[in-house]
Every structure is written in C-alpha cells, then in structure tokens.
Nanobody, 125 residues
C-alpha cells in the first residue's frame, strides 16, 4: 500500500519558518516526482513546489520562489519543504503527492498518482 505521511505544520507568525516533511512507503521512491500542493479555504489547490528525486530537479511556484526550498533524502524516502519568510497568504493545508517517473508538468496536480492527508500551516500574528 502506497502511503505518504506529512508532518511539520503548525501556527507561525508572519516572517517565521517551518519545515514540512513527506515520508513515503509502499513504492519505489527513486526516480519519481514528489510535489507539494496547498489549498486554502475557498480556493483551488495549487502547486507549490516539486522535485524529481533522482535528478534533484526542482520547480517552484512564482509565489514561493526564493522563500521555500524543496529537498530530498532518498535514503529516508523523505522530501522536505522549508518554508521561510512566511506570509498570512501562505496559510493553507499543505499536501504531499507522488507521481510516477519524471513528470513534465511538475506543478500540475492531475499528473500525480498518490496523495497524503495534508498538514495545516497557519501564518498569523
């Protein structure tokens, strides 16, 4: 059974930082694409960042470029998303997703096959 488990969400003040983790099991982690998406209340799910685990090729949404960093520890089957300089508009449920192989459209949610349950990130003073 494929499982993706997110952790690391929480409440943080504007300008603060969080590190999200996504740990995978039940499928071959190497040479696949792992993405982070988020969904705020009343808004559509959007792609935040993604990484091809073997090549460490990354993509970022314009809204997070320069503030968020995605990395992978293939030995631990875990992808991390470092969130810095957080803003209230970053508040959302953050989901981890896995897609088979090297996805062409790395921030397109329809490309992904497996999803985690999500972790809440709230940025508020």
């Amino acid at each position: 059974e494929v499982q993706l488990v997110e952790s690391g969400g929480g409440l943080v003040q504007p300008g603060g930082s969080l590190r999200l983790s996504c740990t995978a099991s039940g499928f071959s982690f190497d040479d696949n694409t792992i993405g982070w998406f988020r969904q705020a209340p009343g808004k559509e799910r959007e792609g935040v960042s993604s990484i091809i685990t073997s090549a460490r090729r990354t993509r970022y949404a314009d809204s997070v470029q320069g503030r968020f960093t995605i990395t992978t520890d293939n030995a631990k089957k875990t992808v991390y998303l470092q969130l810095n300089s957080l803003k209230p508009e970053d508040t959302a449920v953050y989901y981890c997703a896995a897609g088979r192989g090297w996805l062409r459209y790395m921030l397109d949610s329809t490309e992904y096959n497996y999803w985690g349950q999500g972790t809440q990130v709230t940025v508020s003073s």
